[in-house]
Nanobody, 130 residues
């Protein structure tokens, strides 16, 4: 069982930055594929970014087109923590952001599907004002 706890959300003006963190329990964090999804009011949960396990000490980062160039995903395996650095925030980035963890079986073809992930955090609210 893996427990995920997000933090770092808040209210920021358009053009500002936030860094989300996702602290994970468990001893095999380094071999998990980790992802960020978000859900705005009245909308479906959507893929934001993934840090996909590709083998020992190998990870692949991918992003939704809407955040590419503005968001950066990373992890610190020593701290069992994943991060999402969000720059140049826009009002349309407003949503609840969820951290997710999945097995090494997640592929490039499945990494954007929320049902590919086994564990989820409780979410953290990000609000961007115009």
């Amino acid at each position: 069982q893996v427990q995920l706890v997000e933090s770092g959300g808040g209210l920021v003006q358009a053009g500002g930055s936030l860094r989300l963190s996702c602290a994970a329990s468990g001893r095999t964090f380094s071999s998990y594929t980790m992802g960020w999804f978000r859900q705005a009011p009245g909308k479906e949960r959507e893929f934001v970014s993934t840090h996909r396990w590709g083998g020992i000490s190998t990870y692949y980062a991918d992003y939704a087109n809407s955040v590419k160039g503005r968001f950066t995903i990373s992890r610190d395996n020593a701290k069992n923590t994943m991060y999402l650095q969000m720059n140049s925030l826009k009002p349309e980035d407003t949503a609840v952001y969820y951290c997710a963890a999945g097995s090494s079986k997640i592929t490039a073809a499945t990494m954007k599907a929320y049902d590919a992930y086994d564990y989820w955090g409780q979410g953290t609210q990000v609000t961007v004002s115009s």
